[in-house]
């Protein structure tokens, strides 16, 4: 069974669309879980609406991280395949047919993912994953995974004790599936059978926030990952440390304070950076940044 998983909080815009797209499914054996954020629209009447024995409602009494949501949320679930999708996303009909056909070919692989495609509120497509991934080193250097193209299996949470970090807003996915890739295979479906709105309220809009946790997870990898898969991940990890790092060089600039911008500079480590940190200090320089 699959247990899909819904954390919304005052999702009533989109919420009907995305529970189609569930219900649309050409793979039946489901639960359907929404976990409501303390919501304060018509998000738990929406959801309410439908008589599908499999649909699963719970209301959490505060709101809490998004991160957090999602660690509480897994916990309520018994399926042995977990799949996320936001309030605001599709699913194309057999996404989920086509992802548990590949847990069930190999056992071995933990991590299935599909190509997605971006919209607007328009509708019109503005861009699409392209890359594949296999290794916890070619998903740092090249991550570009959706949360709602995603499935994994429950079981690899207990076994190596992996939980969803409660404290994160906007990167509770990225940490979770880079975990996951460190101890079971990942396999791409080259195939877009997943569409994400893009919109004004994306949390993945929340600058600050990305870069605090940005340097959280930074210090976590550093700790926890071996020397050899250090190595291993160079590309990656050094990649991440620049994207904190610019970030941290476009908020001093912002708050004029040039000195540590300027010494920010020599703590990237990829050449290409560097070109990215002279365009944000010539866009300071004409007052665009």
């Known amino acids: 069974m699959v247990s899909i998983i819904t954390n919304c909080y005052n999702g009533e815009a989109f ?8 219900l649309s499914q050409t793979y039946a054996d489901w639960e359907y879980l929404l976990f409501d954020n ?41 399926g042995d395949y977990v799949c ?21 070919h190999d056992s071995c692989i933990g991590v299935v993912y599909t190509d997605y495609q971006k919209f ?23 991550y570009d995974l959706g949360l709602s193209s995603t499935m994994f299996r429950r079981e690899l949470l207990q076994k190596y004790n992996i939980n969803i970090n409660k404290s994160y807003q906007i990167i509770a996915d990225f940490d979770l599936f880079i975990r996951l890739s460190r101890v079971s295979k990942c396999y791409h479906i080259k195939e877009n059978l997943v569409k994400y709105r893009t919109h004004a309220k994306n949390l993945s809009s929340t600058y600050t926030k990305t870069r605090l946790e940005y340097k959280d997870i930074l210090k976590k990898f550093d700790e926890e990952f071996s020397d050899k898969e250090k190595s291993e991940c160079r590309e990656g990890l050094n990649k991440y440390n620049d994207e904190y790092e610019i970030m941290t060089l476009e908020d001093n600039l912002k708050n004029h304070n040039h000195m540590e911008a300027f010494k920010g500079v020599f703590q990237l480590k990829c050449s290409r950076s560097y070109l990215s940190c002279l365009k944000r200090f010539a866009l300071y320089l004409i007052g665009k940044l």
Not at 84 to 103: C, G, T
Not at 121 to 141: C, F, H, I, P, Q
């Open 15 to 22: 919420l009907n669309e995305t529970i189609q797209s569930v």
């Open 38 to 78: 303390c919501s304060t629209d018509k998000s738990a009447e929406i959801f309410k609406s439908y008589k599908d024995p499999r649909f699963k409602y719970y209301h959490n009494d505060h709101t809490v991280p998004l991160g957090h949501g999602r660690y509480e949320a897994v916990k309520l679930v018994h």
């Open 84 to 104: 996320f999708i936001d309030s605001d996303d599709l699913w194309l009909p057999e996404n989920l047919e086509k992802q548990v056909a590949v847990m069930e």
């Open 120 to 142: 607007g509120v328009d509708n019109s497509m503005r861009s699409t994953s392209k890359k594949g991934y296999r290794t916890t080193s070619e998903m740092l250097a090249y």
